[in-house]
């Protein structure tokens, strides 16, 4: 089962960092997490990809629904420390256009 840790910054930024296989059982998690964070009004996101080792579609889904929740919300979600075997996903899918990869989770909202 893979974990989720969650923390709000100071700045006021969601961190939410999957830890292990972003699949079809721990997508579910994850878009209620993302679900909880903005509707709990914190409504910049950054999703740290560090630890996660595998992504398929429904983790994919996940993450665009999540996009999509935070910037209704006048927000917006980004990723970061985006591993190359997730970064493949992304790319084959086109989504690192829509799903920009930050270096980090402190740069993430610096633009």
Known sequence: MIEFAVHTRDDGIGVVTPEGRLNMVSARRL????????SGGTTRIVVDLGETTFLDSSGLGALIGGLKSARQ?????????VSPAVMTVFELTNLDRVLRARESVDSAFDD
Do not use: H, N, P, Q
């Open 73 to 81: 919300a006048g927000g917006d979600l980004r990723i970061a420390r």
């Open 31 to 38: 878009k209620e997490i993302l679900s909880e964070l903005v």
